[in-house]
């Protein structure tokens, strides 16, 4: 009896016990919050090493959506002829094509973490988690930047033209915004999580974005889709987000609660369906990858 | 009870051989029907020791197999053992880079783990942003690098660069840096994997220092090294793993011991391999005779060992380097080197051999390892990574080489083992000659 109660004692002693496996559920949200420093770091290191030793640096986070938005212009504007809903070409391609980069490269970046990080995951523990943390976190000031430029455009044509009404609606796009980095995140975690194993899914994954791009309304509004496509298009959970963002700057799109509250419950259920294979992985990966 | 800092209970790893992808999916479903009806995996029954120099039936090894041991607070243990033996894969799960497949491990303190030094240290990035970037990777926090800034960066003697990349540093100073970030982490527990191979002697030493100072700080230190000259100076207590098992778990010298007489083959014949891409000569098989060329792994005070390497490369090779020197528990003790002598072949193609001897050798009863390698004509690529190609043991005894000291048994298996004849005089008597 008394073995057993000393026992007990030294057995709470202990501040970790490493396992085979962990319960479902224990993301080690705490570990992360402890290493925040790192996760701060990571950022930056993102941040400062992309643009090291180029000459424009930071303007390169202009340009590319403005040459983006470029083509689509001519492209789908100009030869295509798709219709904008009487919105400016520009500014209606530069909503979609900022609101979709920020998704795209956050789901890249963050399906190939395990992959890029292998080197490092293989040789130190932190909560692996912080790492694609940080993809979004860089991503979101990214896009933060590529928004003032939005903005730019944005304010130059409510001043000259009557073509765009903003309304009050204005004050989601935070809330847009993090449901795209969460579809972003969610889905990166649960591909990354599957390419350790599975590479085949990394060659899918470049077809699967470019796919999805055309399934989501970025080059074209949801009003000029009609027919038997359309139904695929509304339960795609990114169109209400991207509806939402230019019905908001524009006044021109498809603004729904019911929407929207589909698009907050599905980012709710992939980043926790995400965060739970990831961490299910982390355990086991360098023993695959 | 309370004074055990990592307690380790039967800890297993298994991993599968040869490709990982084949097969992987029929595998995940049986093993995933199996758990559905509340089965034991299929996969973990199967299984041998791993032992790398005999082919095994099936592709799946236990790299780790039932290990248990306790590592007191304060202790510094040391882990050694062969190329595969295990050490690595240990560490690795102590530092929760990879799970176990059984057992548990618990742990007292917070652990740091050196497995690498410089991890995640990003090219483009200066000196000084790096020295935060590694030590958050290790686990300190931000407002702790800062107080410890200065001293890292003295410690590292790289003041001059520290806002320049460090991808414009010399592979010695990056390794200097990242060693000082490293070494200033203040961990209970501290668990390093031979980073003391790499920069210049006179920074291992301050490395093996810096070691020392942690460890008389009363923290834990796990250690898996090569070298038994710093395993036996640093460490009190001595892990030797066999095979993924527990060889010995006990007082360092019988560890060294152990390690260095652990003799898999008596005859004198040691296989080798391939070991890396990048080896353009290889070491196929070690054989070890002596003088009256018998294969044999013991030899006698006095005896010559002859060393026959056979080796292959696929692509000739010019006037290649190469090396075989003996260590001792205590380090690196002689060698032929024809980086020194200069006496290498004019090319070398196929399969060949090199052969060596030593004459006379006069070597206490010992264990001694054999390590060689090889050098490409200029000198400074590697043709063959350096590595331990054998051992013998010195089997004479004491008395018998003319040792007759009260104390020699007890005091022979740890004394410096070269015998270079000498003389004594003591208050300007006779001098004694002692030629052995």
């Not at chain 2, 000569?281 to 013991?298: D, P, Y």
């Not at chain 2, 020197?325 to 002598?341: H, M, P, V, W, Y």
Request: aromatic residues 12%.
């Amino acid at each position: 009896m008394s073995i057993k109660t000393l026992d007990n004692i030294s057995e709470t002693h202990w501040t970790e016990v490493i396992t085979p496996t962990n319960a479902v559920f224990d993301l080690k949200l705490r570990d992360v919050w402890k290493y925040r420093d790192l996760l701060f770091l990571l950022v930056r290191r993102d941040f400062v090493s992309i643009y090291k030793q180029t000459i424009l640096g930071p303007i390169w986070f202009f340009l590319q959506p403005l040459f983006t938005t470029l083509t689509f212009v001519i492209v789908f504007g100009q030869i295509a002829h798709i219709s904008t809903d009487g919105m400016p070409q520009v500014l209606f391609y530069m909503t979609g094509v900022t609101l979709w980069n920020y998704f795209s490269d956050c789901l890249n970046k963050t399906s190939t973490v395990f992959r890029d990080n292998a080197s490092i995951f293989g040789k130190v523990y932190f909560p692996r988690l912080v790492m694609p943390l940080s993809i979004v976190i860089s991503n979101l000031i990214k896009f933060g930047i590529q928004f003032l430029l939005l903005i730019g455009f944005w304010v130059y044509y409510l001043i000259t033209t009557d073509t765009i009404h903003p309304n009050i609606y204005i004050l989601l796009i935070p809330l847009i915004v993090l449901l795209m980095a969460a579809q972003g995140l969610g889905w990166g975690m649960i591909i990354s999580s599957m390419t350790t194993k599975y590479r085949d899914l990394v060659f899918l994954l470049t077809f699967g974005i470019q796919l999805l791009m055309y399934a989501t309304p970025v080059i074209y509004p949801l009003s000029s889709i009609s027919g038997d496509y359309r139904v695929f298009i509304e339960y795609n959970p990114l169109t209400p987000l991207l509806e939402i963002f230019r019905y908001a700057l524009l006044g021109s799109g498809a603004f729904s609660w019911t929407l929207l509250v589909y698009s907050m419950v599905s980012s709710l259920i992939v980043v926790a369906l995400g965060a739970i294979v990831f961490t299910k992985v982390e355990k086991s990966f360098m023993d695959t990858v | 009870m309370s004074n055990i800092a990592i307690s380790v209970e039967n800890i297993s790893k298994q991993y599968r051989l040869g490709e990982v992808s084949t097969g992987t999916i029929s595998h995940d479903l049986n093993r995933w029907w199996a758990k559905l009806r509340g089965k034991e995996d299929p996969f973990l029954r199967v299984g041998e020791a791993n032992d790398r120099t005999k082919k095994g039936t099936s592709d799946l090894v236990w790299a780790l197999k039932d290990v248990n041991f306790d590592v007191k607070q304060g202790e510094v243990l040391g882990i050694i053992g062969r190329n595969g033996a295990g050490k690595s894969t240990l560490l690795k799960v102590l530092s929760k880079v990879t799970q176990p497949t059984t057992g548990n491990i618990k742990v007292r303190g917070r652990i740091a783990s050196l497995l690498e030094v410089g991890t995640g240290f990003h090219p483009e990035l200066t000196g000084r942003e790096n020295i935060y970037l590694n030590g958050a990777i290790l686990g300190m926090t931000k407002s702790e690098i800062s107080r410890k800034f200065d001293e890292i960066l003295d410690f590292s003697g790289v003041e001059r660069y520290v806002d320049t990349p460090v991808k414009r540093y010399s592979s010695g100073m990056y390794v200097r840096l990242a060693f000082a970030v490293a070494a200033h982490l203040e961990p209970e527990i501290l668990i390093v994997d031979e980073v003391l191979a790499v920069g210049d002697a006179e920074f291992q030493k301050k490395c093996l220092g810096k070691m020392k100072d942690v460890s008389g700080e009363g923290r834990t230190v796990l250690f898996v090294s090569h070298n038994m000259g710093a395993v036996r100076g640093l460490c009190n207590t001595g892990l030797f793993m066999d095979n993924g098992t527990v060889g010995m778990f006990g007082d360092i010298q019988s560890a060294v011991d152990l390690y260095l007489t652990a003799n898999t083959n008596a005859d004198g014949i040691f296989q080798l391999g391939r070991q890396g891409k990048e080896e353009i000569v290889v070491f196929e098989k070690v054989i070890l005779r002596n003088q009256f060329g018998i294969q044999t792994q013991n030899y006698n005070f006095g005896d010559s060992i002859s060393i026959e390497i056979e080796c292959s490369s696929d692509q000739e090779v010019e006037l290649p380097y190469f090396w075989i020197s003996i260590e001792s528990q205590f380090g690196s003790l002689c060698a032929a080197n024809s980086l020194l002598d200069g006496i290498r072949p004019k090319f070398v193609r196929g399969k060949f051999i090199i052969a060596c001897t030593f004459k006379n050798l006069k070597l206490l009863p010992q264990s001694f390892i054999i390590f060689a390698g090889g050098r490409l004509k200029s000198g400074t690529e590697m043709s063959t990574r350096s590595k331990e190609i054998g051992s013998f043991t010195m089997v004479s005894k004491l008395n018998e080489i003319g040792l007759n000291g009260e104390l020699a048994e007890s005091f022979a298996p740890s004394a410096s083992p070269l015998y270079i004849p000498y003389s004594w005089r003591f208050n300007n008597e006779e001098s004694i000659d002692v030629n052995l």
